[in-house]
């Protein structure tokens, strides 16, 4: 077993030991709310966003953004299971800011190994074969943060399954202080009719 597997199922023991009453948590969100957020490990949408277990739904990509299967998630938090308020949160110093699609692919074609990155960008130490394949990914990287908000609140907005009463907040988390910072023309297309 590795380093890491072990300390989660010690970490998972301790926690399902005080579980208590959880296992009575209804299904539905009790603030009847729904995050789209980055996969970045810096974020903690409990904590920036003043959640406890069951308060929320929590929808988690890289770069946050309003992919098909996001929006997906956020159909079924509405439709099944009644939140009705959505916040689409990006963040400061965006790995997703950091390579384009061309980039990640063409990584990808040479080596399946991590790449790294340096003061020239990108470059794969691997060995290959590689893979094709991210060629035809659509990766969603992000070239200024403000705008990968609005787009994406705009998206979702546009969506023919997105109720045109839900309204879709856009916010940026500040790595640097904690603190969400709204991008108002984000909300603005997010206004709920």
């Known amino acids: 077993m ?22 009575k948590l209804p299904t539905p969100p009790a603030r009847r ?5 980055c996969m970045d490990a ?14 929320a739904h929590v929808i988690r990509n890289a770069g946050g953004r309003a992919t098909d299967d996001a929006i997906r998630s956020l159909v079924i938090s509405y439709k099944l299971l009644g939140t009705k308020e959505w916040f689409v949160i990006h963040h400061s ?20 190994e991590t790449a790294v990155i340096d003061k020239d ?3 794969d130490v691997g060995h290959g074969p590689g893979s094709v394949h991210g060629h035809f990914i659509k990766w969603h ?13 705009a998206r979702i907005r546009s969506h023919p399954l997105v109720p045109k ?29």
């Open 165 to 193: 009463n839900i309204p879709i907040y856009g916010y940026i988390y500040d790595v640097r202080t904690g603190k969400l910072v709204e991008v108002p023309a984000a909300t603005a297309a997010g206004h709920a009719a």
């Open 33 to 37: 709310f729904a995050v789209l957020t």
């Open 2 to 23: 590795s380093q890491i597997l072990n300390e989660v199922l010690a970490a998972n023991e301790k926690y399902a030991s005080s579980f208590g009453d959880k296992s």
């Open 93 to 112: 110093d965006c790995g997703m800011l950091l390579f384009t699609d061309q980039v990640i692919s063409d990584l990808l074609e040479k080596s399946l």
């Open 42 to 55: 810096r974020l903690d949408p409990a904590k920036y966003a003043g959640l406890a277990e069951g308060d």
């Open 121 to 123: 960008g990108w470059h």
């Open 141 to 153: 990287t992000i070239s200024d943060e403000s705008k990968a908000v609005v787009e994406d609140v």
